[in-house]
């Protein structure tokens, strides 16, 4: 079994960033595909971006591109979502995914056999 906790959520405002934290247990990042999610307030669960077993690959929704950046620390066995620029729309709770499968998309919901509880991002305009 994996366990995900994740950290780093708060309340920011326009224009500021955050990082979120992820340290996951059970099992090394070196076996595991890491990802982030989130959810809005009564929208559908949707795809922020993923990081390989390697941590050389890298995948990003189209809308985070350039303000989001996903990494990962194997020493610490934790993966990280830089969030820059953040706008209002980025408020949501921000769950942290893994899963022992590589290959197929990143976006697959279905893909992802772990989930953390969520943390809340809040952007005030």
């Known amino acids: 079994q994996v366990q995900l906790v994740e950290s780093g959520g708060g309340l920011v405002q326009a224009g500021g960033s955050l990082r979120l934290s992820c340290e996951a247990s059970?099992?090394?990042?070196?076996?595991?595909?890491m990802g982030w999610f989130r959810q809005a307030p009564g929208k559908e669960r949707e795809f922020v971006a993923a990081i390989g077993r390697s941590g050389m690959i890298t995948d990003y929704a189209d809308s985070m591109k350039g303000r989001f950046a996903i990494s990962s620390d194997n020493a610490k066995n934790t993966v990280y979502l830089q969030m820059n620029s953040l706008k209002s729309e980025d408020t949501a709770v921000y769950y942290c995914v893994a899963s022992s499968v590589d290959g197929g998309s990143y976006s697959y919901i279905s893909r992802w056999g772990y989930w953390g509880q969520g943390t809340q991002v809040t952007v005030s305009s």
């Open positions: 059970g099992r090394t990042l070196s076996n595991l595909v």
